[in-house]
């Protein structure tokens, strides 16, 4: 008889559980689907995908509330028609009856902790993917809408277009302007412009070509070239979060903060700027030894050509360039015969560091230089372009290790650097050991909020029991209110825990203690209602 009653109760339970989850699912995916489609423009199959893909996120919030809701209405509509007061006059116990409702209430808790460290990260990670894998799609889009887009995550890039047409991949009448730091850095215009997008593990390049283009940079300098290149990096539009992250790919970062792409951003833009001032300091020093010497020109090849370079002087730029200027000097080689093709002058020149800050490839470019033939031809460029130079050994034996962050570490850079390192890199440095000890404190809050979060469902269904059948006199929703705030009471101190938590300026444990003060404040609380019932 009491098993029989147990699962009536269970059942009744159950079902208004079910009702209410679906309901609340489907008004908060709604929600949830409404910043991917506004900022990124994705289409009705994508919006579709991603209603698949935040179910899991929704559900995480959605299990507690509608189990809070079903157990303390139907424990309330129990209590109200006296079928609790006939059950504990035929000799069954309270904590009898609350049986079933704390079984859906572990139910709950396992639910919600396995979605929240398995299944959610894993459709995250999923919803992502598909948004990169229609990444063309989604810049076309915006651009047809709206006339620009703004490449994410960082919006460093913004291409203004006057047509699309992504059939053929192309844009007319373009114009990309590239930021850094709030600055313009510099703006490309041009006829006509193809988009390819290079899909990588992590993120995607979004590579330009502009044809028929002018560039202008910041000094005022104009240069018109036949195409001009531009990468961006097309990375993560839902936000690559530790709160998404499995709890094994959250020891994986704790032991590689390099696994983590923000992290991993920042170091390699550190790198680049390293790569950099080493490059500058070799050209100084080889310059300095003799500048009337012609073996002193610095020396740089690819697989076609070797030039041989010489300046008045030599500064490393913020923006990953080393500016050469003065009376620059550019002797340019068939590579394999040795045979000099040209020779250039001109008062400014820059080597860029393009490709992967890694394995970095150089690029000479230069402003208005004057040309001479070995064979007697000259004359006057408005830009000279040399691509795919390699970085000399004499760099690469200072960078050549697996450990990045070992590389860029201030002690590193310190003792490979003559001078002292930029502003500019100190800086990113700086950075870099803020976001890597944020990301520490980051997984710490994220792995106690969610197991906080989780374990308190079963404390929350308990109170919402309790309070149904106190409250079995007032409106059937009364219960259900009065229930919501000690719910609310432990979300703000699962939240304001959280923030106290990656607060580097915090005291070190106390915003857990303060996630954990509330559970435990909840707990005493349900133990106070129920001793209450068990005495009347």
């Known amino acids: 008889m009491i098993f029989t009653l147990q699962r009536y109760i269970f059942r009744e339970t159950f079902k208004v559980f079910v009702v209410a989850a679906m309901a609340l699912t489907l008004v908060l995916s709604l929600g949830s689907i409404l910043r991917p489609v506004q900022e990124y423009g994705a289409g009705p199959r994508q919006v579709v995908h991603l209603m698949g893909y935040s179910l899991p996120i929704t559900l995480t919030f959605v299990l507690p509330m509608a189990a809070l809701f079903a157990t303390s209405l139907v424990y309330g509509r129990f209590a109200s028609d006296n079928e609790l007061d006939a059950c504990r006059a035929s000799g069954i116990s309270l904590m009898t009856l609350v049986y079933p409702g704390l079984a859906l209430a572990i139910m709950v808790a396992t639910a919600n902790l396995v979605l929240s460290f398995h299944v959610v990260p894993a459709f995250v990670h999923s919803a992502e993917r598909s948004l990169k894998a229609d990444a063309k799609q989604i810049l076309f889009r915006n651009i047809q809408r709206r006339g620009y887009y703004k490449v994410p995550p960082d919006e460093r890039y913004l291409i203004y277009a006057d047509h699309a047409n992504p059939q053929d991949n192309m844009l007319s009448g373009?114009?990309?302007?590239?930021?850094?730091?709030?600055?313009?850095?510099?703006?490309?215009?041009?006829?006509?412009?193809?988009?390819?997008?290079?899909?990588?593990?992590?993120?995607?390049?979004?590579?330009?070509?502009?044809?028929?283009?002018?560039?202008?940079?910041?000094?005022?300098?104009?240069?018109?070239?036949?195409?001009?290149?531009?990468?961006?990096?097309?990375?993560?539009?839902?936000?690559?979060?530790?709160?998404?992250?499995?709890?094994?790919?959250?020891?994986?970062?704790?032991?590689?903060?390099?696994?983590?792409?923000?992290?991993?951003?920042?170091?390699?833009?550190?790198?680049?700027?390293?790569?950099?001032?080493?490059?500058?300091?070799?050209?100084?020093?080889?310059?300095?030894?003799?500048?009337?010497?012609?073996?002193?020109?610095?020396?740089?090849?690819?697989?076609?050509?070797?030039?041989?370079?010489?300046?008045?002087?030599?500064?490393?730029?913020?923006?990953?360039?080393?500016?050469?200027?003065?009376?620059?000097?550019?002797?340019?080689?068939?590579?394999?015969?040795?045979?000099?093709?040209?020779?250039?002058?001109?008062?400014?020149?820059?080597?860029?560091?393009?490709?992967?800050?890694?394995?970095?490839?150089?690029?000479?470019?230069?402003f208005n230089p004057m040309w001479q033939r070995a064979d007697g031809p000259e004359g006057l460029s408005g830009r000279e372009i040399i691509r795919g130079l390699i970085l000399p050994e004499t760099v690469t034996d200072k960078l050549e290790t697996a450990d990045v962050l070992k590389v860029i570490h201030p002690d590193s850079t310190d003792s490979a650097l003559r001078d002292s390192p930029s502003q500019r890199l100190k800086e990113l440095q700086n950075k870099l050991h803020r976001r890597i000890k944020r990301t520490f404190?980051?997984?710490?809050?994220?792995?106690?909020?969610?197991?906080?979060?989780?374990?308190?469902?079963?404390?929350?269904?308990?109170?919402?029991?309790?309070?149904?059948?106190?409250?079995?006199?007032?409106?059937?929703?009364?219960?259900?209110?009065?229930?919501?705030?000690?719910?609310?009471?432990?979300?703000?101190?699962?939240?304001?825990?959280?923030?106290?938590?990656?607060?580097?300026?915090?005291?070190?444990?106390?915003?857990?203690?303060?996630?954990?003060?509330?559970?435990?404040?909840?707990?005493?609380?349900?133990?106070?209602?129920?001793?209450?019932?068990?005495?009347?």
């Open 174 to 366: 373009v114009v990309v302007t590239e930021i850094k730091d709030s600055a313009i850095k510099r703006i490309v215009t041009a006829e006509k412009a193809k988009v390819q997008f290079i899909p990588h593990d992590r993120f995607n390049d979004v590579q330009i070509t502009a044809y028929k283009a002018y560039q202008m940079d910041p000094d005022g300098d104009m240069a018109s070239a036949e195409w001009v290149p531009i990468t961006a990096e097309f990375g993560s539009l839902l936000g690559d979060n530790i709160k998404f992250k499995k709890i094994d790919e959250m020891k994986r970062i704790r032991l590689d903060p390099m696994r983590f792409y923000p992290v991993a951003k920042l170091a390699r833009e550190a790198y680049a700027q390293f790569t950099v001032e080493l490059l500058t300091q070799d050209i100084t020093a080889k310059k300095d030894a003799d500048p009337n010497d012609p073996s002193t020109f610095y020396r740089l090849h690819s697989g076609q050509k070797l030039i041989e370079l010489t300046a008045a002087e030599c500064t490393a730029r913020d923006d990953r360039k080393v500016e050469l200027s003065g009376e620059v000097t550019i002797f340019e080689f068939d590579a394999a015969s040795r045979r000099l093709l040209r020779t250039m002058h001109t008062a400014r020149a820059f080597l860029h560091i393009e490709g992967d800050e890694l394995a970095p490839t150089l690029t000479m470019e230069m």
């Open 441 to 536: 404190a980051e997984i710490k809050a994220e792995l106690h909020t969610r197991l906080v979060f989780g374990i308190g469902c079963v404390t929350l269904t308990m109170i919402g029991i309790g309070l149904g059948i106190i409250l079995k006199g007032g409106h059937l929703l009364s219960a259900f209110g009065a229930s919501s705030l000690p719910a609310a009471a432990l979300v703000v101190c699962i939240m304001m825990g959280k923030n106290i938590t990656k607060n580097p300026s915090s005291r070190a444990g106390s915003g857990v203690v303060l996630m954990w003060a509330g559970l435990i404040l909840l707990s005493v609380l349900a133990v106070v209602i129920y001793r209450r019932l068990l005495k009347n």
